[in-house]
């Protein structure tokens, strides 16, 4: 929260997009070096950035990172752009990360979680097996997510900075080039991408809907008919015992 007196601008509200998440890659035996801990197979790091390296240091003052608790000093805060940590392990875990902004937002901290992945995700294969590992690799698994910081009734001193720098802009690579850099997946394009493929799926989902819609009012149509018949039934069933009973 801003501090007392100092002016909030109402009725609106700023963004800025950053991208966190992880990237690490295995590191061959003879690669490791003598200071390598020898019981860790990778190199990884987490980060806090703007999208394709832009800057966002006039906004975020510090970020820090909280690590697993087998980490020496596994609280780690960076006051400086780049703002990440590059570690050495063997698993996979959680990740706090609270981000500071500059004093001028007069906001508190944003807290953010993220799960450090180590192995590439195999869809044929989705429940490791111990005793049959997925092959490894030394490429780098990127594991990150694309998010808009929103800032409602920024302070006057605030919105001037976001006025004045950075850029909220996806950038177009060209449909070539969309899914080319994994550093660097979020653009226009794969943004044109994921909108299609929500669209495509919304569709789907109101088409089923329509179908299950349908098949509703048939099974009430085949109920009313059904229950139509039963009093018909019974309506003669009644006539009949009452002509009995006359004779």
Not at 43 to 51: D, S
Not at 156 to 165: C, G, Q, S, V
Not at 188 to 217: C, F, H, M, Q
């Amino acid at each position: 929260m801003a501090p007392s007196g100092i002016k909030r601008v109402k009725g609106i509200s700023a963004f800025r997009p950053i991208v966190y998440g992880t990237v690490a890659r295995r590191v061959p035996p003879e690669e490791r070096g003598p200071n390598f801990p020898p019981d860790h197979t990778h190199r990884w790091t987490v980060f806090v950035k703007g999208i394709h390296g832009r800057d966002i240091s006039h906004f975020v003052k510090k970020v820090q990172f909280k690590l697993h608790e087998t980490y020496a000093n596994r609280i780690r805060n960076v006051e400086a752009p780049p703002f990440q940590v590059t570690e050495t392990g063997w698993g996979e875990f959680e990740i706090q990360i609270k981000v500071y902004f500059v004093p001028e937002a007069g906001e508190k901290p944003l807290t953010l979680f993220h799960f450090l992945k180590i192995r590439p995700y195999n869809p044929e294969m989705p429940i490791e097996d111990p005793a049959n590992p997925p092959p490894e690799t030394s490429e780098p698994v990127y594991s990150q997510q694309y998010d808009e910081i929103i800032f409602n009734e920024p302070t006057e001193a605030f919105l001037e900075i976001l006025k004045t720098k950075g850029d909220v802009t996806l950038p177009s690579v060209g449909k070539a080039n969309a899914r080319a850099d994994p550093a660097e997946p979020f653009n226009k394009e794969t943004e044109e991408d994921e909108v299609n493929r929500i669209n495509l799926a919304i569709k789907k989902v109101n088409e089923v809907l329509e179908e299950k819609r349908k098949l509703i009012v048939q099974k009430e149509q085949e109920l009313a008919e059904l229950r139509k018949k039963r009093l018909e039934k019974e309506e003669q069933e009644k006539g009949s015992k009452m002509e009995v009973d006359e004779s």
